[in-house]
């Protein structure tokens, strides 16, 4: 483009060498067929790089875009021009305000501007897009005394007005690990953070790296930092969480409703069915989760129902009056408990049983299941269905192996880890039922025992359930770094005998969200 005019188009699909994700395909449109006969990148990159020569390049979210472009030429021994870079993601942050636009997104300021051509999430429509976007921002850096691409670039890397202006903030603040509270003028938590050096972190927030939008609204708020000094990086986080909870700062999005965790329940009834529920509840029922979205907990059930036989109807069945059979008993997909065409051990035997040993220890029979089911659609090149079913499998494998790392940490009464400080002595942590309890730092140059011996007399005290997922998962992914170490525990800690490893079971997962199968080749 020049000057508005269009001189010249480049577009072409690119067979990427492995098969394409489902959720891609979804996304743009673009299906494994479609790229079946389109060039290699190391065949168009040639063709780019003369296209590019001389030329600014413009792109939305520009870091991204060229990033994947440095490293495929530096893959193909092809030099990477370097062409002068303008980001219209950038240009929007600095000349748009929150009350104007409530994200950045191509499409949000395609539809803001009433640009003739939109975005599709495919290539050519999208730069299109780009280009109206770009036209449109240009109007609108005049009033920043914006008026040539020099200026252009650096108006979009310069330090704000509000950065500049509220720098003080970072003042005085201890270079320890912490916590840091952005606080508007009546006290109010704005921003929850942390880290293991408090006075570089909230610096960083003052600099040109700092691009965030939520963010440079956050510091025109803000009126002064509030420093939390933790003992380590593990009481850091564990704080963090807790504070995030407990006040919701508005402009976090993490951890702030950890309350809106879902559980997948086993009812305890004749002929036990799934039920999606807000907490643990029955002592009689199972439970597997806990899921971060009800959508993710009603994807593993989905997998349930493809491995075993339960009932998907909602109605309480008696095991002495039948009622009558819903469709999906007509169409084979239910064993119709409700008209006692099955009885109730061998229900239990089918259904119920597989479920809850899967979640206590060994999945073995539902990913069977599912694994057959799986080559079954893709010998029949029912891909897409396949796909579905590997999908629900890895939602199904993720949350029994959550729950079973989470439920061996937190059955323990009490627990205490340390590990080496970078300044000498020892980080302490004492855990009881997966929740941060008390956590210290020995001296350097003497015996960690006595600070233990304090840190235990201090500790919170904690029943069982206290701890909340993120913070039990936070503290075992400290645990189980290779530098921690064990000092003693009022019970083992262990895993089901009769379940593969975690990390067997999390590349099981991983491996079910890889493709089921290549499509042949014409030639094959």
């Known amino acids: 483009m020049r000057g508005g005019e269009e001189?010249?188009?480049?577009?072409?699909?690119?067979?990427?060498g492995v098969p394409i994700p489902p959720f891609i395909t979804v996304l743009t449109g673009i299906t494994q067929a479609m790229t079946y006969e389109a060039p290699a990148i190391e065949e168009v990159l040639p063709s780019l790089l003369e296209f590019l020569h001389g030329a600014v390049l413009v792109a939305h979210n520009a870091a991204y875009d060229v990033g994947f472009l440095k490293a495929a030429c530096a893959k193909h021994g092809y030099r990477w021009p370097g062409p002068k870079v303008l980001d219209t993601v950038a240009l929007a942050r600095r000349a748009l305000t929150r009350d104007e636009v409530p994200n950045h997104k191509l499409g949000t300021l395609a539809t803001y501007f009433h640009t003739p051509r939109q975005p599709s999430h495919r290539?050519?429509?999208?730069?299109?897009?780009?280009?109206?976007v770009l036209h449109a921002l240009i109007g609108r850096l005049g009033s920043h005394r914006v008026h040539t691409l020099g200026e252009a670039v650096e108006f979009a890397k310069a330090v704000t007005p509000t950065q500049r202006r509220k720098r003080?903030?970072?003042?005085?603040?201890?270079?320890?690990?912490?916590?840091?509270?952005?606080?508007?003028?009546?006290?109010?938590?704005?921003?929850?953070?942390?880290?293991?050096?408090i006075a570089t972190r909230v610096r960083s927030y003052f600099t040109a790296g700092e691009k965030r939008a939520r963010i440079s609204e956050m510091l025109a708020a803000a009126e002064r930092v509030e420093p939390v000094e933790c003992a380590h990086s593990l009481e850091a986080e564990v704080?963090?969480?807790?504070?995030?909870?407990?006040?919701?700062?508005?402009?976090?999005?993490?951890?702030?409703?950890?309350?809106?965790?879902?559980?997948?329940?086993?009812?305890?009834?004749?002929?036990?069915?799934?039920?999606v529920v807000r907490?643990?509840?029955?002592?009689?029922?199972?439970?597997?989760?806990?899921f971060r979205s009800r959508r993710s907990a009603e994807l593993a059930a989905a997998g349930v129902y493809d491995a075993v036989p339960l009932r998907q109807c909602t109605l309480r069945l008696s095991a002495r009056t039948t009622t009558p059979a819903c469709a999906l008993a007509e169409l084979g997909r239910c064993p119709a408990p409700c008209e006692h065409r099955i009885s109730l051990e061998e229900y239990a035997d089918r259904a119920a049983t597989p479920f809850r040993e899967a979640i206590v220890g060994d999945p073995g029979l539902l990913v069977d299941q599912l694994l057959a089911r799986i080559r079954v659609l893709s010998d029949a090149q029912r891909y897409e269905e396949a796909a579905v079913v590997r999908t629900r499998m890895a939602a199904l494998l993720r949350a029994a192996v959550?729950?079973?790392?989470?439920?061996?940490?937190?059955?323990?009464?009490?627990?205490?880890?340390?590990?080496?400080?970078?300044?000498?002595?020892?980080?302490?942590?004492?855990?009881?039922?997966g929740r941060l309890a008390a956590a210290g730092v020995s001296p350097p140059r003497v015996h960690p025992r006595p600070t233990i011996d304090a840190l235990r007399a201090t500790a919170e005290t904690v029943l069982e359930p206290s701890a909340s997922t993120e913070e039990s998962e936070r503290i075992l992914a400290w645990l189980e770094r290779p530098e921690t170490r064990l000092v003693q525990t009022s019970a083992g800690w262990a895993s089901p005998s009769v379940a593969p490893p975690g990390s067997v079971t999390c590349s099981?997962?991983?491996k079910a969200l890889l493709p089921v199968k290549t499509r042949p080749k014409a030639h094959e």
């Open 7 to 16: 001189l010249g188009v480049l577009a072409t699909l690119v067979n990427p």
């Open 123 to 132: 290539a050519l429509d999208d730069a299109l897009a780009t280009v109206d």
């Open 168 to 197: 003080h903030l970072a003042e005085g603040l201890p270079h320890v690990p912490g916590v840091y509270i952005f606080r508007a003028g009546d006290g109010r938590p704005l921003y929850v953070g942390t880290s293991v050096d």
């Open 239 to 275: 704080r963090e969480l807790r504070l995030i909870a407990a006040h919701a700062p508005p402009y976090n999005r993490r951890s702030k409703h950890p309350e809106r965790v879902v559980w997948l329940k086993l009812t305890a009834e004749a002929y036990p069915r799934l039920s």
């Open 279 to 290: 907490a643990v509840g029955e002592p009689e029922a199972a439970y597997l989760g806990p």
């Open 402 to 433: 959550r729950m079973q790392r989470l439920s061996g940490l937190t059955r323990i009464a009490e627990l205490v880890a340390a590990r080496r400080a970078a300044a000498g002595g020892w980080e302490l942590a004492i855990v009881r039922h």
């Open 508 to 510: 099981i997962a991983r």
